[in-house]
């Protein structure tokens, strides 16, 4: 019977076989193709593995016929949504609520949609009606901390109170002391990450900096992970971790076991409340010392969480009574590395910061380019009070879905309804490609509150855009002047409306003004402590080794000095990366020097030898302008190197470019004329890196 398919189609579902429910589902409707309780099934199930249009197909002749069936209506409002047609999906909410007013299913997907039409605060509603009729079910406590992040009414005491409430459901049943057993020996530091977004996401661009930057020889470093999914991201986590730990479909009690097995003395959690989060075996107590850090912006209220590592900028003095952790000051909230998956790709020409583009449009563009669900009542408020005081500015919004009617509609008329006119605003969908060489079109970057922007803040800024933003009270209002802060432009934070509106003003107001700020943010930023992995890396060292030094001497293994990096499960030395370097340019393999060079970059975002090696080869490639350019780079990054200067004066020389100012740079570092330094030999490859002519042979670092 159509019954017996659906029953075992949903059983299959719900425990996680999601093949065998398609399967199921698909061999009932083969048999029964009317039936409505199939065909939902089956969309939902298609919607679980991401396959949306198909799972629309399936669920629209069911739809057509307007069904009393407050399942169907939940489902198509979750298809709706995964394909951003949000207005569509609240209205399928809205007729699950009427059939069902008190299904969580119904409740969860109006939150869902609410929340990306900018109405969070009827979404935070609907997500608590929902948990007064379900309040064990923890995903939806998930869904309405990380909802009540967007939501103006939002205090950090909030957030505080609600992530208690999560973290009372996810302790153990028995409480006691943690069972944990540190080492016995003096072995060094051991340090663990446990996170589930350990691939391409926001998280790895500052987890690689800090993973490429630890000392090993003081720290032994666990890395795990909780997704089984993986990509080049995870690759180089695996490279830079001594131990990488795959936890995906284990467990919880496996997990506890694991972890605990390895005796370490600190675990930071990567996640917070989102899905799949660490938290839920942390709440055994895994480590001597437990820390929260990038993932979620707020308290996980657990009881077992010692720290909550973040900056003062972020958490001024008063936020302690957000958290229920110890908050731990660093240097600044983490390091962030650009373009970490395509690391060479920051010495490219197209990410090269740029004039600031009204010199040439003759007009100011404002820009935002963030989460739809960022956009508030209050940040539309702010936007319109600068257009209003820009006469003949843009405003361009950067936001997925975008190239959708469904989406650009709704919110070019919550725009004109906050006064700001649809010809003023330039939409564009967001396209990975697009993630950086966007910001050359905008002028002056414009912050949504009262969740401010996150990694894009450090994207815009390493692009040299400005950006204005207002920092509230908690942590999640005040990231971006944290990151402000620490490239030494508090001037652009503010704390009023008033003042918001006022900032953005006098930046649009001086265009010459504007540029050379612009021109100056890369600069500051990594010249900032937002850059100094290393530094964020020793002060973090310096900070565990005394909280290990209560219950054990740490210790520390012996390597041989100088500079290099630990890969691969071995310090490398650059004498080693250098003699690769050389082995590998004579064979011209531009994938192993790729390979090696983003190896580097990992731990160095910019280093004198890759934009060397890069030049190199744009000159091998008959590009000469672009290895002058980058040969610059190198120059300029690695001081004080006679044979770098020597080749470059050759370099200018064969371009017919003007020598004068290297000449009187040589003169001024050196006492040396150009004259005489142009009488030297034109270095070669051997004597600018270092490496003996007999030396050249590959190396595993380039694998």
Excluded at 258 to 272: E, S, T
Excluded at 428 to 453: C, F
Excluded at 536 to 561: F, H, N
Excluded at 580 to 595: F, H, K, P, R, W
Aim: with cysteine; net charge negative; glycine share 8%.
């Amino acid at each position: 019977s159509p019954r017996a398919y659906f029953l075992r189609a949903v059983s299959c579902l719900r425990l996680g076989n999601r093949n065998e429910a398609l399967r199921l589902s698909e061999q009932g409707l083969a048999r029964f193709p009317e039936d409505i309780e199939l065909r939902v099934v089956m969309g939902e199930t298609l919607m679980t593995i991401g396959r949306y249009p198909q799972a629309r197909a399936a669920l629209e002749p069911v739809i057509a016929q307007n069904p009393p069936m407050w399942q169907a209506w939940a489902t198509w409002s979750s298809v709706l949504y995964g394909l951003q047609d949000y207005p569509g999906a609240r209205d399928a909410a809205l007729r699950g609520r009427a059939l069902a007013p008190k299904e969580v299913s119904t409740l969860t997907a109006y939150a869902n949609a609410m929340k990306e039409t900018g109405k969070v605060g009827e979404a935070v509603g609907a997500l608590r009606e929902a948990i007064a009729i379900a309040p064990d079910q923890l995903l939806l406590r998930f869904n309405l901390l990380f909802t009540m992040l967007f939501d103006e009414n939002t205090t950090g005491l909030d957030l505080r109170h609600e992530a208690e409430r999560c973290a009372q459901l996810m302790m153990p049943a028995k409480r006691g002391a943690r069972a944990l057993h540190p080492s016995a020996d003096n072995g060094r530091i051991r340090l663990g990450l446990m996170s589930n977004d350990l691939m391409s996401h926001a998280c790895a661009y500052f987890v690689i900096p800090f993973l490429a930057n630890l000392d090993h020889t003081r720290v032994e470093v666990f890395v795990y992970s909780l997704n089984g999914h993986a990509d080049n991201i995870t690759e180089k986590v695996r490279y830079f971790a001594g131990h990488f730990v795959e936890l995906a479909g284990k467990t919880v009690k496996e997990v506890v076991d694991i972890v605990r097995a390895d005796q370490l003395d600190v675990l930071f959690d990567l996640g917070g409340y989102t899905r799949n989060t660490p938290l839920t075996y942390m709440a055994h107590g895994l480590a001597m010392k437990q820390l929260t850090w990038i993932g979620y912006p707020g308290t996980t209220g657990m009881p077992g969480m010692d720290y909550r590592l973040t900056e003062a900028m972020a958490d001024p003095e008063g936020n302690e009574a957000f958290c229920t952790e110890e908050l731990l000051h660093a240097p600044a909230i983490a390091s962030y590395f650009p373009l970490v998956a395509r690391p060479l790709d920051a010495y490219a020409a197209a990410y090269r910061v740029r004039p600031t583009p009204a010199l040439e449009n003759g007009h100011i563009t404002f820009g935002c380019c963030i989460n739809l669900a960022k956009i508030s009542a209050r940040t539309l408020r702010l936007w319109s009070g600068v257009l209003a005081r820009c006469p003949g500015s843009r405003l361009l919004v950067e936001c997925s879905g975008l190239d959708n009617d469904a989406v650009r509609v709704p919110l070019l008329e919550r725009m004109a309804a906050a006064g700001i006119a649809a010809e003023r605003v330039i939409c564009v969908p967001r396209e990975g490609k697009n993630q950086y060489v966007l910001y050359h079109r905008i002028d002056v970057l414009l912050d949504t509150a009262p969740l401010t922007a996150g990694a894009n803040a450090c994207d815009a800024l390493w692009m040299g855009v400005p950006l204005v933003t207002i920092a509230g009270q908690a942590f999640h209002e005040r990231i971006s002047a944290s990151f402000l802060n620490t490239i030494g432009l508090p001037g652009l934070i503010c704390t009023t409306d008033d003042q918001y509106i006022e900032t953005a003003v006098a930046l649009a107001s001086d265009v010459a003004q504007l540029d050379a700020l612009r021109m100056s943010i890369r600069t500051r930023f990594e010249g900032s402590a937002l850059s100094d992995a290393a530094g964020l890396c020793r002060w973090l060292e310096e900070e565990m080794a005394k909280w290990v030094s209560a219950y054990r001497t740490p210790g520390q293994i012996a390597r041989p000095d100088g500079e290099g990096l630990f890969f691969g499960g071995r310090w490398i030395s650059m004498e080693e990366i250098a003699t690769s370097l050389v082995g590998i340019m004579a064979t011209y393999d531009t994938d192993a020097l790729a390979n090696l060079l983003e190896n580097v970059s990992a731990k160095w975002s910019k280093h004198w030898l890759v934009a060397y090696a890069l030049s190199e080869l744009l000159y091998q490639q008959g590009d000469k302008a672009g290895a002058l350019d980058l040969l610059i780079d190198s120059a300029m990054l690695r001081k004080y190197s006679l044979p770098l200067y020597r080749l470059l004066l050759a370099r200018l020389d064969e371009l017919g470019q003007d020598k004068s100012a290297l000449a009187a740079f040589l003169q001024e570092s050196f006492g040396l004329d150009a004259a005489v330094v142009e009488a030297m030999p034109v270095p070669t490859i051997h004597e600018i890196t270092g490496v003996p002519a007999r030396a050249e042979q590959a190396d595993e670092v380039a694998a």
